[in-house]
């Protein structure tokens, strides 16, 4: 494997779910110089003829070629396998990735949610399991087209037995610097847990109020009840970390209110989900973290109430 400092490298690098967000990074990482292998399902075909488009707000760009399989099996051994699917098909992660990771390699969970990491741990051993809070507005708009809308930061944390935080490592150091050298800003987090809830503290409100009130974000924050709605909730997801031992302050809650104020308005992925009748990563994003706050005696009963809403939709619209 090639250290940290090498720039570009012979590493090899694995995307699993070639969609909105595996789609754009995989295709960062190929344009930078990295040998990265996508993993398809219907745009198997057409990725494997014309290759990949993707269209961005820092510049657009063309693959014509890129290494597509629709079988794990016929791919080689990863030094890096992204997990880039939506969390509603990681039952197909025990299939997926023990033939695809190399030994004493990295899977890097992409994904929204909470306790992916700790499942995976579980699937492959003898390899690193790494977080990333993808702060991204990418959209997949046609077979092997990708629209990426806004921003792009991750933040990446390792992943340690119980989320104890852990320092960062050699192996962390080299998937940042890939990532930077593919021109994507990185953030290095010495506790995963706490970037979680930080993350799900955007996610649990707007993802949920957007299905639940069939609104944008730009119309929840405009309007005074739901605005006041969102904060409610926030300040929920502050109380299920702080079940955990993370503290999220009220200057952060602040940041990330601004923060969507100022972003274009944003039909979120679980609402496109949803209009488009495909499954909603209710479980990751709401089910886990109120499980573990439970577990941990904390009381969350608006984002109870939304989960069972979500519940109630998913089951009636047959999306369960
Ligand atoms: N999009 C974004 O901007 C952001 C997304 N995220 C998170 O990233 C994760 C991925 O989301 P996103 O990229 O938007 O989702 P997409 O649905 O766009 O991408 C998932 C991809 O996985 C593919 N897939 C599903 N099953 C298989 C399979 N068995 N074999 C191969 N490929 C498969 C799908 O292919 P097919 O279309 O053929 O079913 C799809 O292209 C989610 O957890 C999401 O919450 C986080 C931050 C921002
Ligand atoms: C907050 C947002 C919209 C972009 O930063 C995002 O990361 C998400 O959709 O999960």
């Not at 104890?164 to 890939?178: F, G, H, M, S």
Request: proline residues 5%.
């Amino acid at each position: 494997m090639c250290d940290s400092l090498t720039p570009v490298c012979d590493r090899k690098y694995a995307i699993l779910g070639t969609g909105a967000l595996g789609g754009f990074y995989g295709a960062k990482l190929q344009q930078a110089g990295y040998d990265v292998h996508f993993l398809l399902k219907s745009d198997y075909e057409h990725v494997s003829k014309s290759g990949l488009l993707i269209e961005s707000k820092d510049g657009d760009f063309t693959l014509p070629q890129v290494k597509a399989y629709n079988d794990v099996e016929q791919m080689p051994q990863c030094d890096v396998v992204i997990v880039a699917l939506k969390t509603t098909q990681n039952h197909l992660l025990p299939k997926l990735l023990p033939p695809l990771v190399k030994d004493g390699g990295v899977v890097l969970v992409l994904q929204n949610g909470l306790g992916v990491e700790e499942d995976i741990s579980q699937i492959v051993k003898n390899v690193q399991v790494i977080g990333g809070l993808c702060f991204l507005c990418s959209n997949k708009v046609g077979a092997g087209h990708i629209r990426h809308l806004d921003y792009g930061k991750i933040t990446l944390g390792e992943y340690t037995p119980k989320y104890d935080p852990a320092p960062l490592t050699e192996r962390i150091q080299y998937v940042a610097n890939d990532f930077e050298t593919a021109g994507i800003t990185i953030e290095l987090a010495t506790d995963l847990l706490l970037a979680r809830w930080q993350k799900l503290l955007w996610n649990i409100p707007y993802n949920g109020l957007s299905v639940i009130l069939n609104a944008r974000t730009d119309e929840l924050m405009t309007d005074a009840h739901t605005r006041i709605l969102v904060e409610q909730l926030m300040n929920e997801v502050a109380a299920g970390a702080k079940s955990s031992g993370r503290v999220i302050p009220d200057s952060f809650i602040q940041t990330m209110l601004n923060y969507t104020v100022k972003m274009k308005p944003y039909r979120t992925s679980m609402k496109i989900d949803y209009d488009e009748g495909r499954p909603l990563e209710v479980e990751a994003i709401f089910g886990n973290p109120l499980r573990k706050a439970q577990a941990a005696g904390a009381n969350l009963p608006q984002i109870s109430c939304m989960y069972h809403q979500l519940k109630f939709l998913t089951q009636r619209n047959g999306i369960a």
